[in-house]
């Protein structure tokens, strides 16, 4: 996820509010959620951790329809999977680690939806359970290198009879 200095880097970047209306603050991040800008994505982040979760929300949904981002799905399902700025859809959380776990990206973002969307298949999480298609994602994600997934996998391998 990104760094602090690259979200600071971020915020000290941002465009002028000047054109936006009084009413919104300098956190606001509305001059994002349709800008054809890639780097939106990572807004879409400190518009979250901001309380700003409508823009988060709109931003990250902006990002998954126009390039198929993996990390915006990946936040977008955990704002699903919490229920904030959103109502809270399990299964709405597993749709998008699914999507995500599907994408190959240079970022390594869908290694970490393999590995929670593997998660998500072994607890039966807005999905019903399926320990072996778990397995396969997990696997997957761990030689990828998220140990996480390996140590998930090792427990999963330990419970079986």
């Known amino acids: 996820m990104p760094t ?8 000290l970047a941002a465009p002028s509010h000047a054109q936006e209306s ?9 001059a994002y ?3 054809d800008k890639r780097i939106k994505c990572l807004y879409g982040y400190a518009a979250d951790k901001t309380g ?13 329809r126009r390039w198929n981002d993996v990390y915006s799905m ?11 700025g959103v109502t809270k859809d399990l299964a709405q959380a597993t749709a998008l680690m699914r999507r995500g776990a599907h994408v190959n990206d240079d970022a390594a973002y869908a290694r970490l939806a393999r590995y929670h ?12 359970q399926d320990i072996p298609q778990a397995k396969t994602w997990l696997r997957r994600a761990a030689q990828e290198g998220v140990r996480e997934a390996a140590d998930y ?9």
Do not use: M
């Open 4 to 11: 602090l200095a690259l979200l600071l880097a971020l915020l």
């Open 22 to 30: 009084q009413d919104e603050g300098d956190l606001s991040y509305k």
């Open 33 to 35: 959620v349709h800008s």
């Open 52 to 64: 700003d979760h409508a823009a988060a929300v709109a931003i990250f949904e902006d990002c998954i």
């Open 74 to 84: 990946i936040w977008l399902a955990q704002l699903y999977e919490t229920g904030i």
């Open 117 to 128: 969307y593997g998660v998500a298949l072994a607890e039966g999480r807005g999905t019903p």
């Open 153 to 161: 996998l090792a427990r999963l391998d330990g419970a079986a009879p």
